[in-house]
């Protein structure tokens, strides 16, 4: 497994910006597809982004499509969501997690480890 630590959510007022990001350790971090889910109150845990191992190809829920932009820097092991015009409906823990495939997924068994989460508050 690796090891997942997730930084950067907040309280944020409806259409502001916020960039999470997520560390990763104990794997060769390039050989592994990323991925971003988040859950609210009372929801299940949903996809939000996903990024293959090179940061070539990448999938968003379409909930988020054309608002949030997940990358990856290989020389930093570190995988990022930038989000913009946040919608109180984005309120959640967002968490990061990684497969042990090259490839991307929306299926979140497909997902191996999972960080701690980060809590992302849309709120005026």
């Known amino acids: 497994q690796v090891q997942l630590v997730e930084s950067g959510g907040g309280l944020v007022q409806p259409g502001g910006s916020l960039r999470l990001s997520c560390a990763a350790s104990?794997?060769?971090?390039?050989?592994?597809?990323m991925g971003w889910f988040r859950q609210a109150p009372g929801k299940e845990r949903e996809f939000v982004a996903t990024i293959n191992w090179s940061g070539g190809y990448t999938d968003y829920a379409n909930s988020v499509k054309g608002r949030f932009t997940i990358s990856r820097d290989n020389a930093k092991n570190t995988v990022y969501l930038q989000i913009n015009s946040l919608k109180p409906e984005d309120t959640a823990v967002y968490y990061c997690?990684?497969?042990?495939?090259?490839?991307?997924?929306?299926?979140?068994?497909?997902?191996?480890?999972w960080g701690q989460g980060t809590q992302v508050t849309v709120s005026s």
């Open positions: 104990g794997r060769t971090f390039s050989r592994f597809a």
């Open positions: 997690a990684a497969t042990q495939s090259l490839g991307i997924s929306r299926r979140l068994r497909e997902y191996d480890s």
